[in-house]
């Protein structure tokens, strides 16, 4: 079992920035790949970054919306990780939800309780 909280949401202007946290507690790894999601009021939750573990150093993508306004990162030591967003537009009023993906003979995906980004004109 993984158990995940998110944290660091809250109501922002436009082009503020915010630093999203995810911390995991219970069975915990360095090499599990983890992902943001988002989703908005009337939509399908989405992804909006993602960082697979791979031996040659982590693999990170990003939804388009957010390239080159979003950065994904983490501390596996922390067993922590974490989105710095810049330049918030409305658009990206979501709750935001942390993924982890634990491989195994059957895959496991944890989700946490989501914090809410909340972007005014």
């Known amino acids: 079992q993984v158990r995940l909280v998110e944290s660091g949401g809250g109501l922002v202007q436009a082009e503020d920035s915010l630093r999203l946290t995810c911390v995991a507690s219970?069975?915990?790894?360095?090499?599990?790949?983890m992902a943001w999601y988002r989703q908005a009021p009337g939509k399908e939750r989405e992804i909006v970054a993602s960082?697979?573990?791979?031996?040659?150093?982590?693999?990170?993508s990003y939804a388009d919306s957010v390239k080159g306004r979003f950065t994904i990162s983490r501390d596996s030591a922390k067993h922590t990780m974490y989105l710095q967003m810049s330049r918030l537009k409305p658009e990206d009023t979501a709750i935001y939800y942390c993924?982890?993906?634990?491989?195994?003979?059957?895959?496991?995906?944890?989700w946490g309780q989501g914090t809410q980004v909340t972007v005014s004109a």
């Open positions: 219970g069975r915990r790894a360095s090499n599990y790949d």
């Open positions: 960082i697979r573990f791979s031996f040659r150093g982590d693999i990170i």
């Open positions: 993924n982890v993906v634990v491989p195994g003979p059957v895959e496991s995906i944890y």
